[in-house]
């Protein structure tokens, strides 16, 4: 019909409007996971399960600092499934550091890819870490494309 909206057909649509989280089959979904952090902060990553047909990654940054793995620093660290550690120890660096965004991503045929189609990223927290359940872009949402239990804890 003539001058009705049409309603958003993916996950990334209902986020390009700027939403934070939407609800899906009784479930919040985000984009993006943005936690609170300060110089020193330690972040541990375990990977807990990804989809073996296609490269998955979670991607961290440090807003306003860098992220230091075994004494490499960088403003974002990429860890894809098929490459890194099944755990992975991360220190937050950078007096103006405030906030931590992680968001997963996927390899498309050698291309980098996040943020499209159904992308986005369930999250349960318990009390000894935040379990995050992400889907890929590709297809119906999935919740299984990758699983990580991400912790961070203060400075000392």
């Known amino acids: 019909m003539r001058g009705e909206a049409a309603q958003p057909s993916t996950l990334s649509d209902w986020f390009a409007d700027g939403a934070e989280s939407v609800m899906h089959d009784g ?11 300060s110089e020193g902060t330690r ?7 990804a989809r073996p047909d296609r490269r998955q990654a979670l991607k961290l940054a440090a807003e306003g600092g860098q992220l230091e793995a075994d004494e490499a620093v960088s403003e974002i660290i990429s860890l894809w499934s098929d ?8 220190t937050v660096r950078g007096a103006r550091a405030r906030r931590l965004e992680v968001w997963n991503a996927w390899d498309l045929g050698g291309v980098e890819s996040a943020w499209l189609g159904n992308a986005g990223m369930v999250v349960e927290p318990s009390e000894q870490h935040l379990a995050l359940h992400c889907s890929d872009g590709l297809g119906a949402p999935s919740f299984t494309d990758l699983q990580v239990h991400l912790s961070v804890a203060p400075p000392g």
């Open 43 to 49: 972040v541990r990553v375990e990977r807990i399960a």
């Open 27 to 37: 479930r919040e979904v985000r984009p993006l996971l943005r936690l609170a952090v």
């Open 83 to 90: 490459t890194s550690p099944t755990v992975v120890e991360l």
